[in-house]
């Protein structure tokens, strides 16, 4: 178990990283959040794509979004990003709001983070940023700082539990 006084699951990780290899053997961090219960292992396999380039710090995944609800929901995370790819962005922003304005798809953030481990020491020393205070999205912090986030376009999203409701078809789908 990690402290209790963690502001983000980064420096969590970050914790249990450094009490499980002392060494600093291990040279890259998969962050799998405990609010996306459904997700397929080969999406997670994905979020490590990105780092075919060694410019990137941080990888990480979204899918095209298809629900227009999904569109205008604050606690769906936009990806806004530069295509490098039919199926990779360099992110450029994350928001809770609709974005970027204009024809064109706009990108569900899966809340699932690699790091390398240089990136992940970086990033934990950094202090919160204003835009990641306001948007309350821990990754501003890294853009803010120049780091380099690029994102793997997946085909399905999880299931992400952030409302009661969210709850409810969780457990409908995990108790089949």
Known sequence: MTRADHETGSDRIFEALTILDPGNSVETIVNVQGDLPTIDPLIIGAALKPFENAAVDIATLCVEIVRDEEKTNPNVVKLVGSPLSATRLRALYFTRATAPWGEGPLYHHIGLYAYRRAAL????????????????????????????????????????????DDLERARALLSN
């Open 121 to 164: 020491e970086r990033f934990v020393a950094l202090r919160p940023s204003p835009l990641e205070r306001r948007e309350r999205l821990e990754q501003l912090r890294a853009l803010e700082a120049g780091m380099r986030i690029d994102a793997e376009i997946v085909q399905s999203v999880p299931l992400g539990v952030d409302t009661p």
